[in-house]
């Protein structure tokens, strides 16, 4: 679903019915956190969660993320989201959730030209 920001996340939900007068957004990701504020639609403007997600499509990460505030963060500055990375196949902490674990994806993929060969 696309999140305010306008980028495609897994873990932003909305569900909008006007008619009804009820309408919510959430990160179903912030909120997994208990130490992490109460959402709002700025933090997808700095959240790194939907590039990640567009970078490494393993099945088997797994992410985390907190809202960090800084001392001017009254002011709207110093807000970010941090994001860890685990991955459920090794049981490994991912350093850079971008690129994964290393271990996943390494197995042997045969060549164009042994294919050719055949």
């Keep these: 679903m696309k999140t305010p920001a306008g980028k495609e996340c897994k873990y932003f939900f909305a569900d909008y019915?006007?008619?009804?007068?009820?309408?919510?957004?959430?990160c179903r990701l912030l909120r997994a956190n208990p130490d992490t504020p109460h959402w709002q639609p700025d933090y997808c403007k700095i959240c790194p969660v939907p590039d990640i997600l567009r970078n490494n499509?393993?099945?088997?990460?797994t992410l985390s993320a907190e809202v960090k505030k800084g001392f001017w963060s009254f002011l709207g500055f110093g807000i970010e989201v941090e994001v860890e990375g685990w991955c459920s196949s090794t049981f490994l902490e991912v350093k850079d959730p971008n690129i994964g674990c290393g271990s996943c994806h390494t197995e042997e993929r045969p060549s164009i030209f042994d294919l050719l060969d055949e």
């Design 17 to 26: 019915q006007p008619h009804r007068g009820h309408e919510r957004e959430e």
């Design 57 to 61: 499509q393993c099945p088997h990460l």
